[in-house]
């Protein structure tokens, strides 16, 4: 199955008038770094009246969905508009009945001159109506609210392999426990809210020409298991939170963005695992390397050589496994690239 480009567009706003937003015969000068830069275009005067609204991406929003925020409809630039910006928050459903029902910040980046943020609903968020509010230093405000909606998952069965000890009762018990271990030293891992480390979009792991087709399988960049279906191991059941690329052993895996290396080690469940922190919450991580040629605490571009596909940990084959994750929350990455205008080139089992 082809996958099409997202739709883009204001998919749900809510637009008010915000006038006066900088001192009289002055810019604003909140952020002394910033008025210079803003003084050499002088877009925005006293006199300006900007009608501002709220972008919400995508249009349904389930379970486990990343959710694309932007202030759009300003006349000046992405970052004069973020100097103004008080504070912004998102009021959501918990994933269980007391938790995350407490207002969250939100941190807005100037992504091709719109401010962007992102938000990752959990694939067991509560679902029900979520609040996204923000109010500027002048003292306006916009708000806006959206649906999440539940996510129908499937079950599939797949077996304990033999190098983590075989499909035995014991064997699904202790990848559970180590799996439970790991996640916490994964979920743990820093990534810096206030600041993004990229500027332009995401982009896939694998190169489309390192994969090629053959008489039974397609080339290109194909998805061979999807976010979100429940694996059943006998008596345990893990969630598949991330995609798996169609990857033959020693394809070269590249970052999908700028960022840091947090995590660059060898885990008996996830194999060789990379996590990037691409920074505003956002992390990409990289698992069943077959080699990693990056280190903690290492700079990397933006398509930068990074690792290599194998088949080490808990898997069946070789592949790539990605996760993505705003703010500890992994959704769905198929989703997340298609804000980016990106999609898969097929599906393939």
Same mark, same amino acid.
């Given at each position: 199955?082809?996958?099409?480009?997202?739709? $883009?567009?204001?998919?749900? &706003?809510? &637009?008010?008038?915000?006038?006066?937003?900088?001192?009289?015969?002055?810019?604003?000068?909140?952020?002394?770094?910033?008025?210079?830069?803003?003084?050499?275009?002088?877009?925005?005067?006293?006199?300006?009246?900007?009608?501002?609204?709220?972008?919400?991406?995508?249009?349904?929003?389930?379970?486990?969905?990343?959710?694309?925020? =932007?202030?759009?409809?300003?006349?000046?630039?992405?970052?004069?508009?973020?100097?103004?910006?008080?504070?912004?928050?998102?009021?959501? #459903?918990?994933?269980?009945?007391?938790?995350?029902?407490?207002?969250?910040?939100?941190? +807005?980046?100037?992504?091709?001159?719109?401010?962007?943020?992102?938000?990752?609903?959990?694939?067991?968020? *509560?679902?029900?109506?979520?609040? %996204?509010?923000?109010?500027?230093?002048?003292?306006? *405000?916009?708000?806006?609210?959206?649906?999440?909606?539940?996510?129908?998952?499937?079950?599939?069965?797949? &077996?304990?392999?033999?190098?983590?000890?075989?499909?035995?009762?014991?064997?699904?018990?202790?990848?559970? /426990?180590?799996?439970? *271990?790991?996640?916490?030293?994964?979920?743990?891992?820093?990534?810096?809210?206030?600041?993004?480390?990229?500027?332009?979009?995401?982009?896939?792991?694998?190169?489309?020409?390192?994969?090629?087709?053959?008489?039974?399988?397609?080339?290109?960049?194909?998805?061979?298991?999807? $976010?979100?279906?429940?694996?059943?191991?006998?008596?345990?059941?893990?969630?598949?939170?991330?995609?798996? +690329?169609?990857?033959?052993?020693?394809? #070269?895996?590249?970052?999908?963005?700028?960022?840091?290396?947090?995590?660059?080690?060898?885990?008996? %469940?996830?194999?060789? /695992?990379?996590?990037?922190?691409?920074?505003?919450?956002?992390?990409?991580?990289?698992?069943?390397?077959?080699?990693?040629?990056?280190? #903690?605490?290492?700079? %990397? *571009?933006?398509?930068?050589?990074?690792?290599?596909?194998?088949? =080490?940990?808990?898997?069946?084959?070789?592949?790539?496994?990605?996760?993505?994750?705003?703010?500890?929350?992994?959704?769905? #990455?198929?989703?997340?690239?298609?804000?980016?205008?990106?999609?898969?080139?097929?599906?393939?089992?």
């Amino acid at each position: 199955m082809v996958v099409g480009a997202a739709i $883009f567009g204001i998919i749900i &706003a809510v &637009a008010i008038v915000v006038g006066s937003w900088y001192p009289t015969n002055t810019i604003n000068t909140v952020n002394a770094t910033n008025a210079v830069s803003l003084a050499t275009t002088s877009v925005i005067t006293a006199t300006t009246t900007s009608t501002l609204s709220i972008s919400i991406l995508p249009k349904h929003i389930i379970e486990g969905d990343p959710v694309m925020i =932007t202030i759009v409809g300003t006349t000046g630039t992405a970052d004069s508009l973020l100097s103004n910006i008080k504070n912004a928050t998102l009021i959501a #459903p918990g994933p269980n009945a007391t938790d995350r029902n407490t207002a969250i910040s939100l941190h +807005f980046l100037n992504y091709k001159n719109i401010p962007t943020t992102f938000y990752g609903t959990g694939i067991n968020q *509560k679902t029900g109506t979520t609040t %996204v509010g923000i109010t500027f230093k002048n003292g306006s *405000k916009l708000s806006v609210s959206f649906f999440i909606g539940a996510r129908i998952s499937q079950t599939e069965n797949l &077996a304990v392999p033999a190098q983590l000890g075989g499909n035995s009762t014991s064997s699904q018990k202790q990848l559970v /426990t180590n799996l439970f *271990k790991q996640n916490t030293i994964l979920a743990n891992t820093y990534s810096n809210p206030n600041i993004s480390y990229w500027t332009s979009a995401f982009t896939w792991p694998i190169h489309a020409g390192d994969i090629p087709s053959t008489p039974t399988s397609p080339g290109g960049i194909v998805i061979t298991d999807t $976010f979100g279906y429940i694996r059943s191991s006998g008596t345990e059941t893990i969630i598949h939170k991330g995609i798996d +690329f169609k990857a033959p052993p020693g394809t #070269p895996i590249y970052s999908v963005n700028a960022g840091y290396v947090r995590v660059a080690k060898l885990f008996s %469940v996830y194999g060789n /695992t990379i996590v990037v922190d691409h920074g505003l919450g956002i992390q990409s991580w990289y698992m069943h390397l077959s080699k990693m040629v990056v280190t #903690p605490s290492e700079v %990397v *571009k933006q398509g930068q050589l990074i690792g290599y596909s194998g088949e =080490t940990g808990y898997t069946e084959g070789p592949h790539l496994h990605l996760s993505i994750r705003i703010d500890g929350v992994s959704i769905d #990455p198929i989703k997340f690239y298609a804000l980016f205008g990106l999609a898969p080139d097929s599906y393939s089992n």
